[in-house]
């Protein structure tokens, strides 16, 4: 059973998927909750997500984050993800250095506002 709780919205005014997770994430949660966003991303034709993991916490190695992006990355080209971490987490770095390894337009942000913004001027 799933100790992840994922909150999805959609902003049409800024043409943007926002997304809330909290609780505690197994990789295969990770894996299992971006297959949700980006499928309901695709249904809204945006291809910008800002997704809010200050609340979230890992319950998975380090050694798991290759795994997690190497399952994710298809289902991530061709987005815009801004992801609000806070500052708590050197797996939300980890994923985020692997993430432009595979070149996923990702970064990840301190503030709500900041991520926005970055997505506000993505083309």
Known sequence: MSDIITSISYDESLHLVLVKLTGTASSTDVIRNYDVITR???ARQCQKLLIDVTELRHRY???????VILAIKDKLAGFHVARVVGFDGYLHDLLLQNAKR???NAENFECFKKAKNWLEKAA
Do not use: G, P, Q
Request: aromatic share 16%; hydrophobic share 60%; charged share 15%.
């Open 102 to 104: 595979f070149s996923l």
């Open 40 to 42: 309901y991303a695709h």
């Open 61 to 67: 190695a380090a050694v798991e984050v290759i795994d």
